[in-house]
């Protein structure tokens, strides 16, 4: 277990192998635990950095913001105190929008950019996730957890195929405060990527599962739209969470795309 101190707060961070950089960004509700057999993968490939962000996981929480352009600027702050130059950013749902995000406006610290089932517009979201970004509902949700979690539980056959699914769910819930649970999906919610794409100069790759439920799975079109020549990758048996509904394919094709060499613009 790896920590760093930043202007805004602690972060928690993993880190794995040897070699050129990679660094995996977690979901709305995850942590860096999503990643572990990603990272056990690519480890003898690559060093591979997971962090939780502000608000999430072993992370700080004693903040007053938990926006996506705050993660942004954790990511940018990060590469700065491990002296990372430069790396490929792969991101998962919100994670994706955040790794794009910083190809905008940070271009010197990204080589690539890979996003999993993520958003380019907040309206892509489920409608269950759209309510949970206002004050009101979010409340009622804190003050039901028990119904919740269950709620939940009940839901996750049709979120993930993976059986270990609810527990991981679970775990990263009890480390979410209610300010973060709020504000990030909030601020999720009004993102709109679309008219920025163009600025995106290196490769990008999207994966989406067809049968993703929490984002709309078409999100791939506008990422193709908006960035020329992005690779789309789509897992028609997949939903929200490719990397365990389809662990094989997912890494094989995660790893062809970071193994292949990167031009500059």
């Avoid at 057999?37 to 929480?61: C, I, N, P, Q, V």
């Avoid at 610290?109 to 996003?115: A, I, Q």
């Avoid at 527990?167 to 990527?193: G, N, V, Y």
Wanted: proline residues 5%.
């Amino acid at each position: 277990m790896s920590s760093i101190t930043t202007d805004q707060g602690i972060v928690h961070y993993e880190v794995y192998g040897r070699g050129r950089p990679v660094i995996l960004l977690h979901g709305w509700l995850g942590s860096w635990g999503l990643w572990q057999e990603t990272m056990a993968y690519l480890g003898s490939f690559y060093r591979t950095y997971a962090l939780d962000f502000w608000g999430f996981g072993e992370s700080g929480k004693k903040r007053e913001t938990y926006a996506v352009q705050d993660f942004v600027s954790l990511v940018d702050q990060f590469m700065d105190r491990l002296g990372i130059e430069r790396a490929p950013l792969v991101g998962h749902s919100m994670g994706g929008t955040v790794s794009l995000s910083v190809a905008i406006q940070y271009p010197q610290r990204v080589s690539k950019v890979v996003v999993i089932g993520s958003p380019i517009t907040g309206s892509s979201l489920a409608f269950p996730l759209k309510l949970a970004g206002r004050r009101p509902i979010a409340a009622l949700l804190f003050n039901m957890m028990g119904v919740f979690r269950l709620g939940l539980r009940l839901a996750s056959p049709l979120i993930c195929r993976d059986a270990r699914f609810p527990e991981m769910m679970e775990k990263d819930l009890s480390r979410t405060t209610f300010e973060s649970f709020l504000l990030s999906i909030a601020s999720l919610r009004r993102t709109d990527l679309r008219p920025m794409l163009s600025q995106v100069r290196v490769p990008v790759m999207g994966m989406y599962g067809d049968k993703d439920n929490i984002v709309h799975p078409l999100q791939w079109q506008p990422l193709q739209s908006g960035i020329l020549n992005a690779r789309v990758e789509r897992f028609p048996k997949a939903g929200h969470f490719i990397m365990l509904d389809e662990p094989d394919a997912f890494i094989q094709t995660l790893k062809n795309f970071l193994d292949q060499d990167t031009l500059a613009a």
